[in-house]
């Protein structure tokens, strides 16, 4: 081998060598990080090797701390499948219904349910397997081993796997005491109600049973007055009269506030004249202010015209109330009642009504007070004497309707009382009651001739009965409502007085009776004669049809003012008159009251042209026949008179002049008692003066039913 | 730059030349690494160029002819020690697909310090794939090499257009059309 050659190897080897080396150095270095990658390797599956430990012994803690759970709730959790038997129960089961797990798990369901629910819980556990809601909650009885009914109240919660329901899990609890809680409240809220109904049923027979008495004490003293009696007697039935009436009012307001605090009240809206409640106010409290320096006037705004749709019954007691109180406190002065328009749109018309006084008035730190129950805050104490309720109820009234009520007051100078209250105009043709609008009338002969009485009560027939005889109105008397329903359809009448409480057949099913069938009085008016205050019961009367109401005990006045209000009006829906200027008729006679309206409406109807006929042969032929009646009385010559009487007596009526009519029948009747003739000629020449003055007033009539020209 | 890109290079010169070439080219480079490479080992990627303009004055062939056919030698070489991710491919597409996301992943794991091509893949077709190479070392005819290799591997034909995309050789287009 050339030498070439071998240094060639020589350097080759030691190159080879040399890399070998290098080689080696790295391996090993790299060995070492292999090393210690595998030790860091071992390190981190030690670690993951612990914490897996860890956490199986947490999971196994977890499970057991569940299971303790489960077995420490007083709750029963159970699962049951598809089939209805038990697959797990808490062992808390045999705490509460006395089986043991074992005794449970694998059997089925009903084996624990009477026959009753059997059939109700499969359908439950049906319509979990198969609808899946989501948590149902139910109840049933299930039978302890000892055999009790256990109730037991349960969440159910289908347990789904892959979206099959493969169980049930439900959380039950025993709930018997609350079921026999349940069932003992339900048994006390109906014993609860019952006394309810009873309290109700008191109140209003109490309200009966002290109104009946109270009315025939306050009548029978009325009556009283008129038995001439002496001055001390006056004395005291007027202490008598002034208790029975304050034990009334007293009585009234009770019941009335407890009603209101009830809730029992409520609004009944209808269409009524509100000018014509104002006005009828007026009346009432004139009658009573009469004899007393105390003036009551009534304004109202000129927009007030025509029927507004309100409570008119509410509306007639907060006036009641609060006139009733400016009277009380109010010695000598005026009484001002106003009611105008405030606001009116589409929907409503607020009005506000305002009742002043110049009586007392408030101080003004009691103001505040006056609203409130059982306080009066008169300085003179005992000298006003009420419940203290009227001006709380007169509140709640407003109230109820929405309303609002203020007071104005200076100590010494009066008060006045200002409310507000919605109402909605009524459409002039809504309003169909039966009797009109009623019209005020002056006081005089009354157009009544014929009432019905419907009243049980032996003392209040009698007390309405002597006032109808007082006032010359014949009536008839029915002692239950099932008389007067066959009193009604033998005769007519032109009123019915109407009680509400009667044996046999009560007000409200007479009237009921009266107004649906067909007879002469189904369109009459009737009153009710209630001895309840209660404002529902006045609403009722009002429903049932009748017109309106008078609260026994009630004052001869007030029954005066319901007959004058509802007496026949027959002659004013006759043709509107017209008078003659140039008449000036006496005050005491205006001309629309001389002549019997109603009369002449039975006389003639609607025929105007026969009584025009007539109107002229009595001014052509009668009057100077008439006219001669004084001569006759002049000259003695009584059988002429009588004979003249007696023929030209009818024909008086034939014109409408009823009451001249009378006083010729009672003139006739007096000659033939051969009695004193001087008074009568006095009397015939009053008659003549009265039938010249009457002159103009035919001849308009005349004029009137004379076709036009 | 890995070890072994020297070791096959000597070897390849060695095969075709004799160890003498090996040996003159080793002692006349003035190598801070004093000419020892082992495989495993690191070294300054400034010997390889030395070594090559060395290569070329002894053999007068050309650098880039000669790293084309250092390319495809490399290939060989490749499919006997690292033949776990070349059987993962059956065909020459497969395997040049799988080079920036599969190939140099797993050598990146086994030599963290490996300085690695980028090849930007786009296959318009099943027979055509344009690879785009991005290198600072610019051995881009290496990699020509080494794709004729992998063709030769799989017993397929293609023609490949090599296209400069700048100046410097760092940014290169092989595109590939399967014959």
């Known amino acids: ?709 | 730059m890995k070890g072994i890109v020297f070791t096959e290079l000597l070897e390849m010169v060695e095969d075709q030349y004799g160890y003498a070439l090996v040996d003159t080219i080793l002692d006349q480079s003035n190598l801070p690494s004093g000419g020892i490479y082992t495989a495993i080992g690191t070294y300054d990627h400034a010997e390889m160029v030395t070594l090559l303009h060395s290569l070329s004055q002894h053999t007068t062939t050309p650098v880039h002819e000669l790293l084309r056919a250092y390319g495809r030698y490399m290939f060989g070489s490749f499919t006997r020690n690292y033949y776990q991710f070349i059987e993962r491919s059956t065909s020459a597409f497969s395997l040049l697909n799988s080079i920036q996301h599969y190939i140099h992943v797993e050598v990146r794991k086994l030599y963290p310090d490996a300085e690695l091509p980028h090849f930007a893949m786009e296959q318009p077709s099943e027979n055509h794939l344009k690879m785009y190479y991005q290198s600072e070392r610019k051995l881009s005819d290496f990699a020509y090499g080494l794709i004729e290799g992998c063709l030769a591997h799989y017993g397929e034909t293609a023609t490949i257009r090599k296209t400069e995309l700048t100046a410097d050789g760092s940014q290169v287009l092989f595109d590939i059309v399967k014959d």
């Open chain 1, 1 to 709: 081998m050339p030498d070439n050659d071998i240094d060639l190897i020589k350097r080759r080897l030691a190159r080879e060598k040399a890399a070998r080396l290098q080689a080696e150095a790295i391996l090993e270095k790299k060995a070492l990080a292999l090393y210690n990658a595998n030790n860091q390797l071992q390190h981190l599956n030690d670690h993951l090797e612990q914490q897996v430990r860890d956490k199986l012994g947490e999971l196994e803690q977890s499970e057991q701390r569940y299971r303790q759970l489960i077995e420490s709730v007083q709750d029963i959790i159970y699962k049951i499948s598809p089939r209805g038997y038990f697959t797990f129960v808490s062992p808390v089961v045999e705490k509460s219904l006395g089986y043991t797990e074992a005794e449970f798990v694998g059997t089925h369901f009903t084996r624990f349910v009477d026959d009753d629910y059997r059939k109700p819980l499969t359908d439950f556990y049906l319509a979990m397997m198969t609808e899946g809601q989501d948590s149902t909650y139910n109840e049933f009885p299930i039978r302890s081993k000892d055999g009790r009914h256990v109730w037991i109240g349960q969440t159910v919660r289908p347990i789904t796997v892959d979206g099959q329901i493969v169980e049930l899990v439900a959380v039950a609890r025993d709930v018997s005491d609350r079921k026999l809680a349940e069932q003992e409240l339900a048994k006390a809220r109906q014993v609860a109600e019952e006394a309810q109904r009873a309290e109700k049923q008191f109140l209003t027979n109490m309200s009966h049973e002290i109104r009946t008495p109270l009315n025939a004490i306050i009548g029978m003293s009325h009556l009283l007055f008129d038995t001439q009696p002496t001055r001390q007697q006056r004395e005291y039935i007027d202490i008598l009269k002034t208790s029975a009436d304050f034990l009334h009012s007293l009585i009234s307001d009770l019941l009335d506030m407890t009603k209101i605090e009830a809730g029992r009240i409520e609004v009944s809206p209808r269409p009524f004249d509100l000018a014509g409640l104002l006005r009828a106010t007026q009346k009432v409290f004139e009658i009573k202010l009469h004899n007393r320096p105390v003036t009551i006037d009534v304004m109202h705004d000129a927009r007030i015209s025509g029927d507004f749709i309100g409570d008119d019954v509410m509306l007639n007691q907060i006036l009641m109330n609060l006139i009733g109180n400016a009277e009380k406190f109010t010695e000598e002065g005026s009484i001002q009642i106003t009611a105008r328009i405030v606001q009116e749109d589409d929907n409503r018309c607020w009005i506000e009504f305002s009742v002043t006084d110049t009586g007392v008035g408030i101080p003004e730190d009691k103001q505040g007070l006056i609203f409130k129950k059982f306080r009066q805050v008169n300085p003179q104490g005992h000298k006003y004497k009420g419940t203290g309720l009227g001006l709380a109820i007169t509140k709640e009234l407003v109230e109820i309707q929405e309303g609002t009520i203020s007071v104005r007051s200076q100590n010494g100078q009066g008060s006045t009382f200002t409310f507000k209250l919605p109402y909605v105009r009524a459409t002039a043709t809504t309003d169909n009651r039966d009797a009109g609008n009623p019209v005020l009338k002056t006081v005089g002969k009354l157009p009544v001739s014929h009432v019905m009485v419907v009243e049980d009560n032996l003392m209040n027939q009698t007390y309405i009965g002597s006032l109808l005889t007082k006032w010359k109105i014949p009536f008839t008397l029915a002692s239950d409502g099932k008389k007067a329903v066959e009193e009604a359809k033998q005769q007519r009448f032109d009123m019915i007085l109407m009680d509400i409480q009667m044996p046999i057949m009560d007000g409200y099913e007479a009237t009921v009776a009266i107004r649906s069938t067909h007879n002469p009085n189904q369109h009459i008016p009737i009153i009710a004669l209630t001895a309840s205050a209660m404002l529902d019961h006045k609403s009722l009367a009002m429903e049932v049809g009748m017109n309106d109401f008078l609260t026994k005990p009630f004052e001869p006045s007030q029954l005066l003012n319901i007959l004058e209000r509802y007496a026949p009006t027959a002659a004013s829906e006759a043709a509107p008159r017209k008078t003659d200027p140039s008449v000036k008729p006496k005050p005491t006679l205006p001309a629309d009251d001389v002549l019997d309206r109603q009369r002449l409406f039975e006389l003639y109807g609607s025929d105007k042209e026969h009584a025009a006929e007539m109107f002229a042969t009595f001014l052509d032929d009668v009057v100077p026949e008439l006219l001669q009646l004084p001569d006759l009385c002049t000259d003695q010559n009584w059988s002429m008179l009588a004979s003249m009487a007696h023929k030209l007596k009818p024909t008086l009526g034939m014109v409408g002049l009823s009451r001249l009519e009378d006083e010729l029948r009672q003139i006739e009747r007096s000659l033939g008692q051969n009695a004193d003739k001087e008074p009568l000629v006095q009397r015939c020449q009053a008659l003549v003066e009265e039938v010249t003055d009457l002159l103009p007033v035919l001849r308009n009539e005349i004029k009137t039913l004379s076709p036009k020209a």
